[in-house]
């Protein structure tokens, strides 16, 4: 006795899918050619009947017959047009759950139902390949550090990510009107800039400076056009290359300056003694007064370009610190503790002027990482010329805060009600040579903006003259 062989698909005992639609698809023609063939002979025979014989009982069952053959065939035409319609619903609603059942392999249907299953499965994987792309681009976008936004002309957003919500520190944005409450120029600018422009935004919030540079790239999608926005604050670039800037125009002047003055210093000095000398000699006391005053003259001119030659040393010297500030020695300290270090030094002096101040840290634990003598050194200029601006002020307050900003970043503040600093003025303290005070050298904010820098911070000031000057520090 023979061993069975097993089933394989193609095989007489187990037909492939392929057979199967075949075998199927002619069934349902032989199916529909039997239906007609046996309703044109019930016809036939009805007309035979009618014509020719008197059979009325007869005539009424070939009736009867025929009217059931066509029952029966548009009933067999109606499943397959249920069947269209039904699988035409699910791609008009993308319902891709719904199956089509295969009863037996002696339906003619089946090949239909087979292939409609097919053909449902494939839009199955489209979508989930589209979802699955969707997805990936949709974490890549709120992965991007920098800000986007895609509106329509009339503002409505379509779309935006987690670095646009950080930035402007809003949970919904809807329309670009939205930030008219942060800057109405930034919203001008988002609605009338063009396809491949760039600008710059300059925004000055309470306790920070944002120089937002823009993007906009122009597309169209289903009759609509859409404006593709990214947005990035370039602050800290700006900072590092202007302090860059300075730092190599410094000491390419320092470094002629010096090769220059050096010489003269020393030569005034070597002339001017050598004219005392000469004066104090006996032959020379014997000369006229008028010759004796010239030589004093000279003396004194010689006298007066060693002082300023010296002046100008110790100048260039004060300024070369800006570019030998040494690299920070990072260590985490509390931020209370350094704000109280500052008050401890600096409280006989602010008594002596009737100064009040307060301290204020929210939360009182918060801890920096930072070199603690550089930024006590930035802290000490600033609350020094806080001190200069309140002499001879009634309630003069300096108060010194720390804490958290919105973007939650730890900032420091110091801040006083003093004469304050004017609109004109304010962009320009930062630049190196220049200061508000008649003796300033205009190296002590440069010098604090330097040490920030090197920190990965920044210091901006806000002030609002007679009432308020702030200086806040951002790590």
């Known amino acids: 006795m023979c061993p069975r062989q097993p089933l394989t698909w193609g095989s007489p005992e187990h037909p492939s899918t392929e057979d199967l639609k075949n075998m199927g698809f002619n069934r349902f023609r032989l199916q529909l050619l039997l239906r007609i063939l046996v309703l044109s002979l019930t016809l036939g025979l009805f007309m035979f009947l009618a014509v020719k014989t008197a059979l009325t009982f007869t005539l009424l069952l070939v009736a009867i017959l025929a009217l059931l053959q066509v029952v029966l065939l548009f009933r067999q035409i109606d499943q397959t047009n249920l069947l269209l319609n ?37 839009f199955k994987k489209v979508r989930a390949e589209k979802e699955e792309s969707y997805h990936y681009l949709q974490t890549v976008i709120q992965h991007i550090g920098i800000a986007l936004i895609a509106y329509r002309s009339d503002g409505h957003i379509e779309m935006t990510n987690n670095a646009t919500k950080r930035l402007f520190q809003l949970r919904n944005l809807n329309n670009i009107k939205q930030l008219e409450s942060i800057s109405s120029d930034l919203v001008q600018k988002l609605l009338t800039i063009r396809h491949g422009e760039n600008a710059l935004v300059q925004i000055r919030e309470k306790d920070d400076l944002l120089q937002l540079s823009i993007y906009g790239t122009e597309f169209k999608i289903h009759n609509r056009n859409i404006m593709l926005i990214s947005i990035k604050n370039i602050q800290h670039e700006l900072d590092e290359k202007e302090m860059e800037s300075w730092q190599k125009l410094i000491r390419v002047l320092t470094h002629e300056i010096m090769n220059s003055i050096t010489p003269i210093s020393s030569l005034s000095s070597t002339v001017r003694h050598l004219i005392q000398d000469l004066i104090d000699r006996t032959e020379i006391k014997q000369l ?14 010689l006298e007066t370009i060693h002082k300023r030659t010296e002046g100008l040393i110790h100048f260039v010297d004060t300024y070369r610190n800006l570019t030998r500030i040494p690299q920070p020695n990072f260590n985490i300290f509390p931020v209370k503790r350094l704000l109280q270090n500052i008050y401890e030094l600096h409280r006989n002096e602010m008594d002596a002027a009737n100064i009040t101040c307060t301290l204020e840290s929210e939360p009182a634990s918060l801890e920096l990482s930072a070199d603690e003598q550089l930024i006590e050194q930035v802290l000490i200029n600033l609350i020094t010329n806080s001190i200069h601006a309140l002499k001879g002020r009634p309630d003069a307050h ?57 920190h990965g911070g920044s210091i901006n000031a806000f002030s609002e003259p007679e009432q308020e000057t702030r200086f806040v520090l951002t790590f």
């Open 398 to 454: 300096i108060k010194l805060k720390s804490g958290l900003n919105a973007r939650g970043r730890i900032t420091i503040q110091i801040s006083d009600n003093g004469p304050g600093i004017l609109p004109e003025v304010i962009d320009k303290i930062f630049i190196p040579f220049f200061s508000t005070k008649p003796q300033g050298s205009g190296i002590g904010l440069s010098l604090s903006r330097q040490i920030l820098r090197l």
């Open 86 to 122: 039904s699988f035409l619903q699910s791609i008009r609603y993308a319902d891709f759950s719904r199956t089509f059942q295969i009863e037996s392999n002696d339906s003619s249907l089946n090949q239909l139902k087979i292939t409609l299953n097919e053909v449902i499965d494939d």
């Open 288 to 301: 006229p007064k008028e010759e004796k005053e010239d030589l004093e003259e000279i003396g004194k001119a």
